[in-house]
C-alpha cells in the first residue's frame, strides 16, 4: 500500500493500463505539455509519447467525437474534457452518438471510451464552472457513471472504465484532488462497477453522500455518534449506473431511515431518483419520509459566502439525519 | 471529361446506381403504404456521387455517411434486402429495426454508419482515421455530408483537429445545394464549399456530382491523398436531388422548373448514354441493369416483408456489452427487479407486462393510406401557429416562481414584487 493523492491515483490507473493494453490512449486540452489543467496526466507524456498523450485543440463536441470513432475503430480512448461544465459542449456526442450506437446499430460497433471530467462547486469560479451533473448523465442509458470520493477508489475504478467496453462517464470533483488515501501497489485492483461502499456500519439511518458528499456524510455521522448519540451507516455507491440499489435498500431496511446527499441542483436529481427507488421499493420499511441535502436552486454564485451557502455542509446532514428521527429519540 | 473505364467497370457502375435509384423509388412506395415508418431521406438524384465514391475505395476504407444513406449501404455491399428490413422495422434489418432509415450500418462493409443529426458523423470519421493511423493501418475514412452540415461547429472543429492531425481522411461534402429546405446561397455565406478548406491549410476541390466518373476521379485523388501522404481534402461534389428533403416535404422553396432542369442531367441516363455512345455498352446491357435492379428491389421487399417483427425480449439486447470485467445490468426502472436484459427468461414479469402492453399498440391497423404531405400539404400544418394572433402570450401564463426544493414550505423571498 501506499499513501496517494486522488490526482496520483488517477494517474497511475492510467499509466498501468497504457502499459497493459497499447490500444488505450488519452487525449484532451492541455493534457500533453501542459500535463492536465488539474495535473492529473502529470509525467504522461513523458513515458508514452505524443502519440499516446495527445493534446488537442478546445473542441469539445469533437474531442468525444473523435474518441468515439476511435473506440469504434478499435482502440480504448481515455478521453479528458477539462471540466465537467465544458461537457456540455459534447452532449450530442456523448448522448446521442456514445451512449446510442451501439443499441441503434444493433450491437455492431462498440464504443469502448472513458470520458473523465472533473466537476463540482467551492472554489469561487461562479455559474459556469462549478456544476454537478451526475443526474444529468446518470439520466442516458447506455452510458456508465462513476463518481469516486477516495484514491483507491478512483484508481481501481478508473481501470475497471477503461477495460469496460461501454462509454463511461468518469465524473471527479476538483476538491478531491489532492485528498490522500491508502492505495493498493500496482496490480490488478479492479473495482466492478456497481458496487458500493459502506464506509461507516450504523443502525439509525442510512445516509448516502455521492462524490465529495460521501466525505461529509462521514463527517456528519461521526457528528451525530459525538453530539447526539445517532449511528449512521454511511454508504458511498461509487457508481450511479449501474446503481448497487441491494446494499442502499438492504441498509434502510435495517435503519428505516434514508438521508441521501449530492452537490448537484435538487429538481431531478441523484437524490430524487434514488428516493423514488427507496420509497418504490422499501416503502413498508419506511419510519419517515426519505431527506434530500442537495445543492440550491441556483447557478453557483461567485461570492464565497453565498457559494458557501448553496453547497452542502455537515450540519444540513446532520439535520437532515435528525429530522427522519424526530421523535425517535 | 474523364475516359470511361472497360466495359465491365462501366456496367458494374451503371447497376450500382440503377439499383439505388430503384431502391429509392421503392422505399418512398412503401413509406406511402406506412410500411416504412418515421423519416425517409431519398438519395434519388445523386446515385453518381455516392457510387463514384465507392467506386475507387478498397474494402478496408471505411466510408461514413448522413441520414440519406440507404444507396451508400447499398453501394458500399451491403445487401438491399437487409436495408429494406431495416426500412420496414423487421429483425433481419441492417439494425435489427433499432435504427431504421437514418441509422443505416454494416460493418461488415465497413459502412459505419448513417447518422441521423446533421454534423454528427465528423468527429467520428476523424476518430476512425485516427484508429487507422494509431494501428499503422492503410484504410482511408470517407466522410460524407451535407453542405447542412459545412456550417455546424463539427465542421471547422473537425477540419482543424483532422488537418492538424494529418489523419487520412476524405471530407466529402454531397452539396445538393439545400439544407433542408433552405437554398445553399441562404444557408451558407461562401457557397463555394471546397474553399471552406482554405482555412484549415487543407486542400479543397470541386465535382460535377452528376457525372460518375468526375466524381471518381476527384474521390480518387482525395484517396491517394489520404492514403499515402496522410493528408485529409475537402472534395465538394455538387448534385441534386429529386424529391423533397425527405418525404414529408411539400417543397414551397424550389420552383419545379429547376427540379425539372436537374434532371436533364440524370446522373443514370447520362452515363448510360455515354457507354451507348461510346460503344462500351450495348442498349441490351443498359436494360439489363434496370431489370436487375427491378429483381433486387421485388426482392428486397418480399424479404422485408416476410422477416418477423423484433422480438420484445429483445429490447434490453446491445444497450450495454456485457464484458469479462463488467459486471453490471441494465436496470430499466420502471420494473423494479434489476435485470439483465439479454434474454426473455431473464427479463422480470413486470418489465415484460409493460412492453407486451406497449407493443399492442403497433398492432393497431392504420385508419387509411398515409396522406402525401407533399400533396396534402399536412407537413405545413405544423408551421402554422396554433396560437391566435390576438392571444398576447403570456397573459394567461403562471407567474414562473424559483422554487427550491430544498425548502419547499419555505416562501422564497423573490415572491415580494407580487
Redesign the interface.
Known sequence: MAELRMREALRDAMAEEMRRDEGV?VMGEDVAVFQGAFKVTEGLLEEFGE?RV?D??I?E???????????????R?VVELMTVNFSLLAL??IV??AAA??????????V?MVIRMPGGGGHQLGPTHSHSLEALYLQV??L?VACPSTPADGKALLK?AI????PVIFIEHESLYGTRGEVPDEGDE?L???EAAVRREGSDVTIVGVLKMAQVAEQAATKLAHKHGVEAEVIDPR?L???D?DTILESVRKTNRAVIVEEGW??GGVG??LAT?IT??AFDHLDAPVQ???G???HMPYSKRLEQAAIPHEEHVVKAALATLEGAI | MADLPDAAACYELLSRMALIRRFEEEAGRQYQRAKAGGFLHLAIGEEATIVGTTSVMRDEDFLIGTYRTHGHAIARGTDPKRVMAELFGKVDGTSGGRGGSMHIFDAENRFMGGYGVVGGNLPIAAGLGLASQYKGEDAVTVCMFGDGASNTGNFGETMNLAALWKLPVLFLVENNLYGMGTAVERHSAQTDLSKKAEGYGIPGARADGMDVLAVREAVAAGIQAAREEDRPTLLEVVTYRYRGHSAADPEVYREREEVEEWREKDPIESFARRCVEAGVLGEREVQQTREAAEAAVTAAVEFAEASPEPPLDTMYENLYAVSDSGAWYAVDERSPEPHRGEREEQMPAAARELAEAGAAYAEQPEEEPRPNPAVHGDAQDGVQSRVSPEHEVGSEAEDVRPEDERSPERAINTEDGD
Open positions: 490512449f502519440r495527445r488537442t485543440p473542441s463536441n469533437t474531442i468525444v467525437g473523435t474518441g468515439v470513432g476511435a473506440a469504434m475503430g478499435g482502440l480512448p450530442d456526442q446521442n452518438h450506437i451501439p443499441y441503434m446499430f444493433n450491437g455492431q460497433a462498440r469502448p442509458p447506455g456508465l475497471a477495460r469496460d467496453d461501454n479492479v466492478r462497477f456497481g457508481t449506473r449501474p446503481l440499489l435538487p429538481h430524487a431518483n427507488l418504490e421499493q434530500r441535502v442537495t440550491a436552486d441556483v
